[in-house]
């Protein structure tokens, strides 16, 4: 069959988590990176698609077509293994530990981010022939996103950090639901279209994704935008990181599993 029942999907979810946990260092960082890399590219198309027709939700349709491909060859997103790995820990999995569970978030973070900055530099070069002219208008684009996201949230203090850390919650409950969608069916087809509508949803309602985000402030600062690495770092990234790990794990990861491995009979039933 192309579908999976949800039982089956669930424990589809707990064995991916489990592998990688116990993947070697050099496969998770290579994994990571690729995935950081593609998601930024499309990040990067999506906003040049915004900017040449002047329609953002035209850019949010066409966005998913990176984390398709990036899911399609294996590649590891730090949203993603925030809800799976956690999963074989807490399902007790032999030889998984919290420590495991760390290490992992840990290397995809450090390979997604190296990603991330590399297509940031080389779409910066691209933009400005090598930093010899102003950017062109999808490069201003990219720097006004930064300041934007940045200082933008911090005009608001605390508000700011909350709405932040929604945003964040709300992007990795829909990118999870990506991830699972994508395990639901064994059919190519039926797995790019399962991702594609929760992606779609999250781009164009801009919520805030750790990952996409290595590439976006990373390049707007490299285009001039008007706002600090510590900016990036304290009024996006942190708080987007910390509401992507508890959004992806709350809103998808522990309810599927608690009502689909760790099941529990009504009361009434006979």
């Known amino acids: 069959m192309a579908y999976l029942a949800p039982s089956e999907f669930v424990t589809k979810m707990v064995d991916a988590g489990e592998a990688k946990i116990f993947m070697s260092t050099r496969d998770t960082l290579i994994r990571a990176f690729m995935a950081g890399a593609v998601l930024a590219l499309a990040a990067a198309f999506a906003v040049m698609v915004t900017v040449q027709t002047g329609s953002p939700i035209l850019g949010a349709i066409l966005f998913p077509v990176g984390f398709s491909m990036l899911y399609l060859l294996g590649f590891d997103l730090l949203t993603g293994v925030f809800v799976l790995a956690p999963l074989a820990w807490i399902d007790k999995r032999p030889g998984v530990t919290f420590k495991g569970v760390l290490r992992n978030w840990g290397l995809v973070f450090i390979g997604n981010f190296a990603g991330a900055v590399l297509v940031a530099l080389l779409i910066s070069i691209i933009y400005t022939y090598g930093?010899?002219?102003?950017?062109?208008?999808?490069?201003?684009?990219?720097?006004?996103?930064?300041?934007?996201?940045?200082?933008?949230?911090?005009?608001?203090?605390?508000?700011?950090?909350?709405?932040?850390?929604?945003?964040?919650?709300?992007?990795n409950w829909m990118v999870s639901v990506g991830v699972v969608g994508a395990m639901v069916s064994t059919t190519v087809s039926g797995k790019v279209i399962a991702m594609w509508m929760p992606i779609m949803l999250f781009f164009a309602m801009g919520f805030e994704h750790s990952v996409v985000n290595m590439f976006l402030f990373p390049a707007g600062l490299m285009m001039g935008g008007e706002f600090s690495i510590a900016d990036y770092m304290i009024w996006n990234e942190i708080p987007t990181v910390v509401g992507n790990l508890v959004g992806g794990l709350a809103f998808t990861g522990l309810t599927l599993y608690a009502t689909h491995v760790r099941t529990r009979k009504s009361r009434n039933s006979v």
């Not at 201003?140 to 203090?157: D, N, V």
Request: no cysteine; charged share 20%.
């Open 131 to 171: 930093f010899s002219i102003e950017p062109n208008e999808v490069g201003k684009k990219l720097a006004s996103i930064g300041h934007e996201r940045t200082l933008g949230y911090a005009e608001y203090g605390a508000a700011g950090m909350l709405t932040i850390f929604i945003r964040g919650a709300l992007a």
